[in-house]
């Protein structure tokens, strides 16, 4: 059965600080993605990575892929509050199919 | 603006009776999804497509059913809702091996 799992399903951090989100996958797959949600909105595309050991990084957001690991992370550097979210990886296997995780609901405290 | 629009954005139904709900792309792109989101499962694959006529389904795909006559067009159908059907569906469109682009998503409610 394939399996997409988050860590944590629910983070509460304080402005400033940094902090990883996890993101493990039962089988193998080098296509993971990852989207932000807002409360009653729509995903929004964040980051492609489309092979082992692929890093990308916008603004305070910088997320890796470890392929034999089957672990994609995704790190928050000196949080703010508009980062306020609800954060979901993707993970593609065969057919184009894509599998999400539950998804990290992130709140940032001033 | 990815060029997806779904329609309608809200609906309240009654158990048992159809509904068919539409994503509609600009894009022409070849792939094209329907996604269920609930609390604590994330997005559920219902049924996607890989061209004009081809369909597949997903992991929650009883209860549904879909078409695509043309690109730009991929219909969802639940033939007699029922309460668990209650959800926020979400279409998206995708480019082969390119990144998922979602609609706004439609909060059908069953009662």
């Known amino acids: 059965e394939l399996k997409v799992e988050q860590n944590p399903l629910f983070l509460s951090m304080q402005e400033g600080k940094n902090y990883t989100i996890y993101c493990n996958y039962s089988?193998?797959?080098?296509?993971l993605y990852w989207y932000r949600q807002d409360p009653g909105k729509s995903l929004e595309s964040l980051f492609v990575?489309?092979?082992?050991?692929a890093v990308k990084q916008e603004g305070r957001l910088m997320a890796s892929l470890d392929t034999k690991a089957r672990l994609s992370t995704l790190h928050i550097t000196a949080a703010v509050h508009d980062l306020s979210a609800t954060y979901f990886c993707?993970?593609?296997?065969?057919?184009?199919?894509?599998?999400f995780g539950t998804g990290t609901r992130l709140t940032i405290i001033p | 603006d990815a060029g997806i629009t779904q329609s309608p954005r809200h609906k309240v139904t009654e158990t048992g009776t159809p509904v068919t709900l539409r994503c509609h792309q600009t894009?022409?792109?070849?792939?094209m999804y329907w996604y269920r989101q609930d609390p604590g499962h994330g997005l559920r694959l219902i049924h996607y497509?890989?061209?004009?006529?081809?369909?597949d389904k997903g992991e929650v795909s009883d209860g549904y059913s879909v078409s695509r006559s043309k690109t730009e067009d991929f219909l969802l159908t639940l033939e007699s809702a029922t309460s668990s059907q209650t959800s926020v569906y979400f279409c998206?469109?995708?480019?082969?091996?390119?990144?998922?682009?979602f609609g706004q998503g439609t909060r059908l409610t069953v009662v």
């Open positions: 497509s890989y061209g004009v006529k081809d369909t």
């Open positions: 990575l489309l092979s082992n050991g």
């Open positions: 998206a469109i995708r480019g082969a091996g390119r990144q998922a682009f």
């Open positions: 894009e022409n792109h070849r792939y």
């Open positions: 089988t193998t797959s080098d296509r």
């Open positions: 993707a993970v593609e296997f065969g057919n184009e199919k894509l599998t």
